[in-house]
């Protein structure tokens, strides 16, 4: 019985040894330990030995029994360092590899140049202000001191909502809004979407752009309207920008003038961009109708302002040399992905 055990001992370490996984030495276990294994058996058998053999085979028994155990013990733990490097092989990661590229969307040229505007304005110390597309009567034409006879007013160039309400033609009841809500001093702009009846063509929309500034304080002349658009059109069109003030003419201004920058593209020779006149026209502005300002409520004999209003899709058209307004509105990648 001794020699068997020691035969048993061999033959599992042996076994053990040779054998390459896990699942391997789970049998192995089992053959020599489990509830029917040859060490197990020889255990049994133990009953029959005389008084004197049995403790000395039962304590090789379960030296053996230890010995093997151990053994798998041993065997089972080189076994899973095998299998852990294996797996950290396979899993690593080669960081030289060029990474999956992913499309970047880009800013829409409108959006680049309200951007654009709205940050210098900032820096300027303006606020921004914001107002709804569907206006009342009230605040797109007669607290602007628009009459009720102006061409403007007709069902021809403005859309009717219904009741009072229409589609806003221009910015400028922001400034009305503004002036009800806080009153002086005033230094804000707005940018927003308008709306006039117009036949779509490479020049025309019926919904457009347009950013709109108001200044009201003590003091304020035409001069500071002069600084501020100056610095505008260098920062849109460049420094070397010459810029005109020409006399015009709007209810809510008095007096009222319409800004040119010279062409950036012909340096004021004459192009087709300026049509020969060296001049693209870029803006509507003034000081504020003292009307406008009592009829919002704030004292003309105390504080005076001015206004500005420009068309931002002329704008875009002519810094990005874009020669038919349909394109801003197309969403065409082609086109988009150029700015
Ligand atoms: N609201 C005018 C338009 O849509 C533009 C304009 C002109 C705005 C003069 C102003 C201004 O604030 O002072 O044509």
């Known amino acids: 019985m001794e020699k068997k055990l020691k035969d048993l001992d061999k033959e599992a370490l042996e076994k053990i040894k040779k054998s390459n996984d896990i699942e391997r030495l789970e049998k192995l276990q089992v053959e020599f330990l489990g509830k029917n294994g040859k060490v197990t058996a020889v255990l049994r058998g133990m009953g029959k030995l005389s008084p004197e053999k049995r403790p000395v085979v039962g304590k090789l028994a379960n030296e053996v029994k230890e010995n ?8 089972l733990n080189e076994l899973k360092k095998e299998e852990e490097k294996e797996r950290l092989k396979k899993e690593t990661i080669d960081i030289t590899l ?25 820096r300027m110390g303006f606020s921004i202000e914001e107002g709804p597309d569907v206006e009342t009567d009230y605040y797109n034409f007669e607290a602007l001191n628009i009459p009720k006879n102006h061409p403007a007013r007709d069902m021809q160039d403005t859309f009717y909502v219904e ?9 400028s009841p922001v400034q009305i809004r503004t002036m009800e ?8 702009i707005t940018v927003g979407k308008c709306y006039r009846v117009d036949e779509l063509d490479a020049t025309h929309s019926p919904v457009f752009h347009q950013l709109e500034g108001l200044v009201i304080d003590r003091g304020i002349s035409f001069s500071h309207l002069k600084g501020v658009l100056i610095e505008v059109t260098r920062e849109i069109f460049g420094e070397e920008r010459e810029v005109r003030f020409r006399p015009s003419y709007f209810p809510f201004t008095e007096p009222s003038a319409e800004v040119d920058v010279s062409c950036f593209k012909c340096q004021g020779e004459g192009c ?10 870029i803006l509507g ?12 409520g704030i004292d003309s004999e105390k504080y005076t302002g001015f206004a500005f209003g420009m068309g931002l899709d002329r704008m875009a058209m002519y810094k990005y040399e874009i020669e038919d307004i349909r394109h ?12």
Do not use: Y
Request: proline share 7%; with cysteine.
């Open 68 to 75: 093997i155990e151990g053994e798998l013990k041993t065997r």
């Open 98 to 122: 060029p990474g999956a590229e992913v499309s970047r969307g880009r800013l829409h040229p409108m959006q680049l140049i309200i951007g654009q505007l709205e940050d210098l304005f900032l």
């Open 163 to 171: 009741g009072d309400f229409l589609l806003r033609t221009h910015t």
């Open 181 to 188: 809500k806080q009153g002086p001093p005033i230094r804000i």
């Open 272 to 281: 087709p961009l300026c049509s020969r006149t060296g001049w693209l026209e």
């Open 285 to 296: 502005a003034g000081m504020v109708n003292p009307r406008v300002l009592e009829m919002s």
């Open 328 to 339: 801003l509105w197309d969403n065409d990648l082609r086109f988009l992905k150029q700015f």
